[in-house]
């Protein structure tokens, strides 16, 4: 979102896109990264308990478990809201997006917990196999993934409709490069 902010005249847009060509092979590294984490340190578990709520169930928990069950460092199972990591929300949200995750306290920071909501308005229409898809690819951003973009490489960090539902190996790469 912080992208679409107005800029004042062409100038102002030819030096922002100058500086653009500069910066972006800098930041390409980390671009499939939301720049926060959970407290990790390297060699150890991270127990990520989580929660759910309303609609998709089902696909709440096959979405993580399905995280569960790479070769990564995260374990994950159903916990208490008062001690959950990441809490699935499937309501009926205004909006025209499929999933919605908010890392607390913010995007780049240590990590206390995510909400990772579904909106029954635009997936009600949906299969529970793109339901599932979209709580995986909302989990992976509940654990710091960002999305990837271009390229060919699998990921269930793409938006929209995909052929998988489950986390790839370049996604299970990119845990193990967050959470080593
Ligand atoms: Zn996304």
Redesign the pocket.
């Given at each position: 979102m912080s992208r679409l902010r107005r800029w004042g005249g062409r100038g102002a847009l030819a030096a922002i896109a100058a500086i653009v060509v500069l910066v972006v092979p800098a930041t390409s590294a980390n671009a499939q990264f939301l720049g926060g984490a959970f407290p990790h340190t390297a060699g150890n578990w991270l127990n990520l308990g989580y929660t759910t709520q309303g609609s998709y169930i089902a696909q709440q928990q096959a979405a993580a478990s399905s995280w569960h069950v790479t070769p990564t460092r995260l374990i994950v199972f159903q916990e208490p809201i008062a001690n959950s990591e990441e809490d699935f929300y499937g309501f009926a949200y205004t909006g025209t997006w499929w999933?919605l995750?908010t890392l607390h306290p913010c995007n780049t920071c240590t990590y206390t917990w995510a909400d990772l909501q579904l909106n029954t308005n635009t997936l009600g229409s949906e299969s529970n196999f793109i339901r599932q898809k979209v709580a995986a690819?909302?989990f992976g951003?509940g654990i710091g993934l960002a999305?990837v973009v271009g390229g060919t490489v699998n990921s269930i960090?793409r938006?929209g409709t995909l052929t998988y539902n489950l986390p790839q190996t370049h996604d299970i790469n990119n845990t193990n490069t967050l959470y080593p």
């Open positions: 999933g995750a690819h909302e951003h999305h960090m938006q």
